[in-house]
């Protein structure tokens, strides 16, 4: 289906009309939406799907923030502005925008407050279990592996993982994600936003011009034209369903997506680039581990060489990264039969709990088992024993507490081909949510936020920072849009 610009000129009358026009309804439209409606602007909000909600609905709801938010500071953690910037950069990997991540730092801690005032409620309780996310309604995490190496030796370790208080540990209507947005919502319609379902953005309407001045949509089957007189903010998902898409910019991934819904299809990302819009970071994925944070601590995670390769208790995040990207998609972890009832004791959803793959008396006979190179596994295990008898880990500075020489019986789990993820790229925007062509000039018109443009991340990742940047820019669009 073409995604070719229309010319306002072939438009005979339009079907609706706003202000601004905001082409998705999840965390970054429904930011924008209020943002616009509060300054003044009529706005009209297209959303796909029958209801409200995109990904972010069904996320597990981490919003990262820090540099001293109320949440951080009544659950006892110090922060700075400084010390955040200083772990995104880090974290972010090669090519992050260092520019974006100081602005976004910079105004973290009054976004925190922006987000309280929409009604959107947090628990002040820390949560600092291993763990993919709280196992009740705390609201505050270690969401990046800020606390691990080599993070907790550039930046000052803080827990910026901000989690809306859930009414249940269900997903649904109970879940983290919800609690963020029907309060967004309804901050949104209260100011005067107004939406339209089931109505999927197509193309890009462009008067003579060159400035974007509508969308042409389809609902229940039949073309519709909308006018923006401001603006148009485009906020519909990631390109991680669009099979084509992913096999061009990020082929890893191709067939494991993850944490995300099929409406993100990268179709946002194609008109804009119909107009000759520039793109930011394509290759760039987050990419989960399917193991449960619990067993990872306890155990080591070992390559197809027998060797360790990331510190098991940082970030979930970062081991599938490195898992798929740098170790041919392969892993084992090595664990002992007293670490595996610990874990299986402990707090825990057990929703991605492992039963080890192999059980052997000795690591000589596991490694055969597995049919790593003679003496491999041997030789990391035995160094691994001989640091964690004297609480160290000299290699890859696993924290003291979860130092544990690995006795026996012994198992592994088999972690091959368990990761799945999702696209951080998509199109570049100016710290205003400026949609930028080719040329580096801002197409006038078209603004856009979340998981359809390239945010913070770039090789790197932290849980919660989609929801961040997304809901962040998304009051950037809707102002720039609004103010057009």
């Given amino acids: 289906m073409t995604v070719v610009p229309v010319p306002a000129a072939q438009i005979t009358a339009w079907d609706h009309e706003a202000d601004v026009v905001i082409a998705g309804f999840g965390i970054a439209g429904a930011a924008a939406a209020v943002e616009a409606a509060r300054a003044g602007a009529d706005v009209l909000v297209l959303e796909r799907t029958g209801s409200w ?274 170790q041919n998609n392969t892993a084992y972890l090595i664990i002992d039969g007293d670490a595996q009832d610990d874990a299986m004791a402990s707090l825990s959803p057990h929703l991605m709990m492992r039963p080890p793959t192999w059980v052997a008396e000795t690591v000589a006979d596991l490694e055969a088992e597995i049919g790593l190179p003679a003496g491999s596994l041997q030789a990391t295990v035995a160094a691994y024993n001989d640091g964690a008898a004297r609480g160290e880990d000299p290699l890859l500075h696993k924290k003291a507490q979860w130092l544990k020489p690995i006795g026996s019986p012994v198992g592994a789990i088999d972690l091959r081909e368990s990761t799945g993820g999702f696209t951080l790229g998509g199109l570049a925007t100016t710290l205003d949510a400026e949609v930028l062509h080719v040329s580096g000039e801002p197409i006038p018109g078209l603004f856009a936020a979340g998981r359809c443009t390239a945010g913070l991340a770039a090789w790197g990742y932290a849980s919660g920072v989609s929801l961040g940047d997304g809901s962040f820019y998304g009051r950037r669009a809707g102002h720039s849009a609004a103010r057009a």
Avoid at 146 to 156: G, Q
Wanted: with cysteine; hydrophobic share 45%.
């Fill in 53 to 326: 909600g995109g990904a972010a609905s069904m996320a597990g709801g981490f919003i990262y923030l820090g540099g001293g938010t109320a949440l951080q500071k009544a659950c006892g953690f110090d922060d700075s502005v400084d010390n955040m910037a200083a772990f995104l950069t880090a974290a972010m990997g090669p090519g992050a925008d260092e520019e974006r991540i100081a602005d976004y730092c910079a105004g973290s801690v009054a976004h925190f407050d922006w987000l309280v005032g929409c009604g959107v409620p947090f628990k002040a309780e820390f949560f600092g279990e291993p763990g993919w996310e709280p196992m009740a309604d705390q609201g505050l995490m270690y969401s990046g592996g800020e606390n691990a190496y080599p993070f907790n030796t550039i930046a000052a370790p803080a827990p910026r993982g901000h989690v809306p208080q859930m009414a249940d540990k269900k997903q649904g209507e109970a879940s983290a994600g919800y609690m963020l947005m029907k309060p967004l919502v309804e901050t949104a319609t209260a100011a005067g936003a107004r939406a339209l379902y089931d109505v999927r953005a197509q193309r890009l309407v462009v008067g003579s011009d060159g400035r974007v001045v509508g969308v042409i949509a389809r609902q229940y089957g039949t073309e519709i034209s909308v006018r923006a007189r401001r603006g148009v903010v485009l906020a519909t998902g990631s390109f991680a369903y669009n099979d084509a898409m992913v096999a061009r910019y990020a082929p890893r991934i191709a067939g494991r997506p993850a944490a995300s819904i099929e409406q993100h299809d990268g179709r946002a990302i194609r008109m804009a680039q119909a107009l000759g819009a520039d793109l930011a970071h394509m290759d760039a994925t987050e990419v989960a581990i399917f193991i449960d944070p619990q067993q990872l601590v306890r155990g080591i995670l070992v390559n197809e060489r027998g060797q360790r390769f990331v510190t098991e208790d940082t970030y979930p995040g970062r081991v599938g990264q490195l898992t798929l990207y740098h």
